[in-house]
């Protein structure tokens, strides 16, 4: 029999119980999460563990990620996969990575950018644009006007420069929550659009 895999290293409720706790509100959205993808990603159930948490996360992530932003959607999950590579965060290189294979069409880009985004091949905006992610995360301190100027040279609008660091600085509080709780990625994600 296989064993069931932990949600993460600290100890929580069952699964059923964590759902139980929610609010009308968060329950839903776990139904439409089931619906839409076929099962809760574990960073919501890890989250439903401190339901208020969850519901800030929850409201952050889909701002983000899906509101309104000179930034494709594509272009916030590559900025995802980097960030995560860089910061080694198992979690969201998986999860992000299938969100890239999907969005993209190409079952190759998000191993490629999780490896080495310098050698996949990008057009000079998605090049510009990883450049400054890596660089805000690995040495934040380093960062100047000539890593803005090169983004506005490949394209981008100062409005995009925001989302970029907003994007860049939500994933990298998110690697470290998931990495200091060593959250585990749903298995299904592995085997999505390839």
């Known amino acids: 029999m296989k064993k069931t895999p932990k949600l993460m290293a600290i100890n929580t409720p069952s699964r059923d119980v964590l759902i139980d706790n ?10 439409v999460c089931e619906e839409k993808l076929g099962f809760v990603p574990n960073v919501l159930l890890s989250y439903a563990f401190r339901p208020e948490k969850l519901k800030n996360f929850v409201s952050t992530y889909n ?3 899906l509101g309104e932003s000179g930034l494709s959607k594509l272009e916030r999950e590559m900025i995802a996969v980097v960030v995560s590579s860089t910061n080694h965060c198992l979690y ?3 999860a992000h990575g299938q969100a890239v294979r999907q969005l993209s069409g190409d079952p190759e ?3 490629k ?15 510009s644009m990883l450049d400054f992610a890596y660089k805000l995360t690995k ?18 609008k ?4 925001f989302d970029i660091a907003d994007t860049v600085a939500f994933f990298n509080m998110s690697n470290r929550i998931a990495s200091g709780l060593d959250m585990q990625p749903n298995n299904q994600y592995h085997k999505m659009n390839r």
């Open 92 to 94: 969201c290189v998986v």
């Open 63 to 65: 701002e983000l990620m």
């Open 158 to 161: 100062e409005e995009d420069i």
């Open 109 to 111: 880009l998000a191993e």
């Open 22 to 31: 929610l609010d009308e509100g968060m329950k839903k959205y776990f139904r």
């Open 113 to 127: 950018i999780s490896i080495n985004y310098r050698a996949a091949g990008l057009d000079k905006r998605n090049k």
């Open 139 to 156: 040495d934040p301190s380093i960062i100047e006007d000539c890593d803005r100027d090169e983004l506005r040279e490949a394209g981008f």
